[in-house]
């Protein structure tokens, strides 16, 4: 990395401002990409370190981007502009836009499309996973479902931890929890994964409800509590 980058993100703590814009539902400002942000950059470190450094010009969030790149991470071109469009417009010199009216009801989520921003990075673009390193969800998140409809859930949620098998494959990874996500985009997310490659076991599940979602919201889980509520699955 050059000594360069490294110095002006330093410097760049000088411009930060409080971090005032935390909304109730999550430390960063709602606003397009957002979900993309969390599911990219948590993959190394807490969320913090972005929230914290709100007020950055728009080159040192260039700057920050190829730094985080040389560090290892991977985006493609067009995230690394979805990225940086939502880093300079959200967490830039400038006050971040008001939020978007809500005007959605429930149907209207498309689970598909938060899948996209949110699952994607890690899970992949149609559930096939990343051998060794994030587990599939295709053709198994209908038959974790099966076994234990109020397990699936619990991981979108709280995150999970802890060593867990799949199809012979052993994963020990940490995934980040997704609370900021409202009830109705989680429900969305789990059918949405449920119809496109759920397996077998999904057809015969009933969709999700944001209720469903509401009440596990209440049972505050560790990732590793999470892990002791996973159903054995043959
Ligand atoms: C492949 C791992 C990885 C990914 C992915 C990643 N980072 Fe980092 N990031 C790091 C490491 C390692 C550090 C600590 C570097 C250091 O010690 O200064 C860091 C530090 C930071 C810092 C603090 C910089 C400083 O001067 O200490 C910011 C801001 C940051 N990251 C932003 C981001 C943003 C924004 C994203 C997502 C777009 C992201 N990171 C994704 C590895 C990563
Ligand atoms: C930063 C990477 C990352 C992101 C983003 C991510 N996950 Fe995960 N996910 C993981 C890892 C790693 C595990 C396995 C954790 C372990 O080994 O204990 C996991 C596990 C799971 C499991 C549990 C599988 C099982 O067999 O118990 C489900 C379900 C899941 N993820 C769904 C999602 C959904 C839905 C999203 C988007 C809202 C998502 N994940 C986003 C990394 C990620």
Known sequence: MSSFSRTSICLAFAFAVPAAMAQ????????????????TCQECHPISYVVESAGLPDFLWQ???NLMKQLGMKVTVQQEETLYTYLTT???????PEPEAETGAAAEVDGAAVYAGSCAVCHGADGQGTPGAFPPLAGHVGKLAAADRDYLPLPVLYGLSGEIEIEGHTYNGVMPPW???????????LNSMLERFG????????PYTAEEIESARGLGLSTSEVLERRPEIP
């Open 24 to 39: 109730e539902d999550g430390p960063l400002p709602k606003g397009p990409g957002v979900n993309l942000v969390y599911a």
């Open 63 to 65: 700057d920050t981007l």
């Open 90 to 96: 959200y967490l830039g010199t400038e006050p971040p």
């Open 179 to 189: 609370s900021q996500l409202s009830d109705d985009e989680v429900a969305a997310i």
């Open 199 to 206: 397996g077998a076991g999904a057809a015969d599940l009933a």
